[in-house]
């Protein structure tokens, strides 16, 4: 089976401006999480999705929202843009009931 | 952080050498998972242990977990320039199926030929 695939891999933006990242699971994966790294927070969970609803959500502004389609694909938009922003996003997918992510290779964030 | 420490924070050491590293979490767990990240990319999932279980094989990989002192170590034997990567445990939190994992900070293990 492919792999979590994500587009795009680079970005660079401005403050203010919004953004919307695309994460395709893989195949027969319901579950999409996604995660900000940054270096100085680390690795942290911003939500998960499972089939199209928001089963949980981080403790991260409503700034950054998130969706997922009929076909498990997920985007998640970050709206006005903060120089903190500025991140490696990760999509993770999985299996139902199934503890183990799989990480795509992630979207480079860059707010300038 | 939610999840505790890593330690080492970094590690160097040659070819050959055993690599361990060591992680401590702050709440239950039902299970806990180690990852590898290669220089900035994606996570790359190695070995997951339950929470009733004690040591766990996979290759050379050797994963123990301490639930009472609410830690894990993680033993990369007969290491490779190839291992060099940061390693990252994480755990669910206590909660099953909420597709949430807490990580901690990790750590960087180079790995000299």
């Known amino acids: 089976k492919a792999g979590v695939t994500q587009t795009p891999r680079y970005l660079i933006k401005t403050r203010g401006q919004q953004v919307t990242l695309s994460c395709s699971p893989i195949?027969?994966?319901?579950?999409v999480s996604w995660y900000q790294q940054t270096p100085g927070q680390g690795l942290q969970f911003l939500f998960e999705?499972?089939?199209?609803?928001?089963?949980n959500k981080g403790n991260f502004p409503g700034r950054f929202s998130g969706r997922q389609f009929s076909n498990s694909r997920s985007e998640m938009n970050v709206s006005t843009l903060e120089l903190g922003d500025s991140a490696l996003y990760l999509c993770?997918?999985?299996?139902?009931?199934?503890?183990?992510?799989?990480f795509g290779p992630g979207t480079r964030l860059l707010v300038l | 952080s939610q999840q505790g420490e890593e330690d080492p924070q970094a590690l160097s050491i040659q070819e050959g050498e055993n690599a361990t590293m060591n992680c401590s979490y702050k709440t239950s767990i039902n299970n806990l998972q180690w990852y590898r990240q290669n220089s900035g990319r994606g996570l790359v999932h190695l070995i997951l242990?339950?929470?009733?279980?004690r040591e766990k094989h996979s290759g050379r990989l050797r994963v123990t977990l301490d639930t009472s002192k609410k830690s894990s170590s993680l033993l990369i034997t007969a290491s490779r320039a190839a291992d060099t990567a940061s390693y990252f445990c994480a755990t669910d939190g206590g909660s099953s199926n909420t597709g949430k994992l807490i990580f901690g900070q990790g750590t960087t293990l180079q790995v000299k030929p």
């Open positions: 993770a997918s999985g299996e139902d009931n199934q503890e183990t992510q799989y």
């Open positions: 195949s027969g994966h319901r579950s």
């Open positions: 999705y499972f089939s199209e609803t928001q089963r």
């Open positions: 242990i339950r929470s009733n279980e």
